[in-house]
T-cell receptor, first 110, second 113 residues
């Protein structure tokens, strides 16, 4: 069964304190792994797509990496405006469905 | 207007009402989705319309009825809902079969009283 698990459920960081969010997945043939950011009262905003193990993508203070079993979202020197819920999703080679994790709620304290 | 637009943003309805949620995408995508988002749960796929084919999650109650008149518009018709249906309903679109991510609207916050 295709499944996505994110950890931790919640994370509080001081401004400037780097950390990583984890997304573990099981899927019968990975088409793509997707990271989203969701602010309160809004829909998820697309951040990155990763397609194969070893791939990395960067955007400002965020860097996403992928292995055969998990993905990490590294946040370097976070700022308060990085506070949001970060969602991970995978898409299998078969079908058009996306499977989401429950997200990590990140709070960055000034 | 760009992206994915959902209306209304907020909806309060009684259990005997009938209402509809509307979604429009301006991205030229060929697949549209309805997701339900509840606290502490993963996004739950309700319906997909892809290349004129409809796929549905068999666990979705019949009180939810989707309609997709064309590739840019998607509706979710609601009738005789239950309080546990209160949630954020998200519409998304993608380019099916092209390793394309989902692009979401800002959702409709539904409260059933």
């Amino acid at each position: 069964e295709d499944q996505v698990t994110q950890s931790p459920e919640a994370l509080r960081l001081q401004e400037g304190e780097s950390s990583s969010l984890n997304c573990s997945y099981t899927v019968s043939g990975l088409r793509g792994l997707f990271w989203y950011r969701q602010d309160p009262g809004k829909g998820p905003e697309f951040l990155f797509t990763l397609y194969s193990a070893g791939e990395e993508k960067e955007k400002e203070r965020l860097k996403a990496t992928l292995t055969k079993k998990e993905s990490f979202l590294h946040i370097t020197a976070p700022k308060p405006e990085d506070s949001a819920t970060y969602l991970c999703a995978v898409q299998a080679n078969t079908g058009n469905q996306f499977y989401f994790g429950t997200g990590t709620s990140l709070t960055v304290i000034p | 207007e760009t992206g994915v637009t959902q209306t209304p943003r907020h909806l309060v309805m009684g259990m005997t009402n009938k209402k509809s949620l509307k979604c429009e995408q301006h991205l030229g995508h060929n697949a549209m989705y309805w997701y339900k988002q509840s606290a502490k749960k993963p996004l739950e796929l309700m319906f997909v319309y892809s290349l004129e084919e409809r796929v549905e999650n068999n666990s979705v109650p019949s009180r939810f009825s989707p309609e997709c008149p064309n590739s840019s518009h998607l509706f979710l018709h609601l009738h005789t809902l239950q309080p546990e249906d209160s949630a954020l309903y998200l519409c998304a679109s993608s380019q099916a079969h092209y390793n394309s991510p989902l692009h979401f609207g800002n959702g409709t916050r539904l409260t059933v009283t």
